[in-house]
């Protein structure tokens, strides 16, 4: 007999809240957009801003390195030299 496999546990996904502000115009018109287009204010925002940082987000990755870590090319303090 084999035994029953388990479940993995779902990673939790913590969500935040933004809020601005547009005219009553604007939002007239957004709505007018997703009607037409079938989706949501929350869907067209998550999009919008998905690809906005797909496409401009190339701020460099700044790594930390702790003062007493040692780099693996740093041949200080090696035995046998």
């Known amino acids: 007999m084999t035994a029953l496999k388990r479940k ?4 939790i ?21 997703c009607a037409y287009h079938g989706i949501t204010l929350n869907k067209l925002f998550r ?3 998905r690809e906005y ?7 460099p990755v700044k790594q930390v390195v ?7 090319f740093d041949l200080e303090g090696v035995a046998g030299e």
């Not at 996904?13 to 957009?33: A, G």
């Not at 940082?53 to 701020?59: I, K």
């Open 8 to 11: 993995k546990k779902r990673k």
């Open 66 to 72: 702790h003062k007493n870590q040692m780099s693996i």
């Open 13 to 33: 996904v913590k969500y935040r809240k933004l809020q601005f502000m547009v005219s009553k115009i604007h939002k007239d018109k957004l709505k007018e957009y």
């Open 53 to 59: 940082m797909d496409r401009h987000y190339d701020v």
């Open 47 to 49: 999009r919008s801003l």
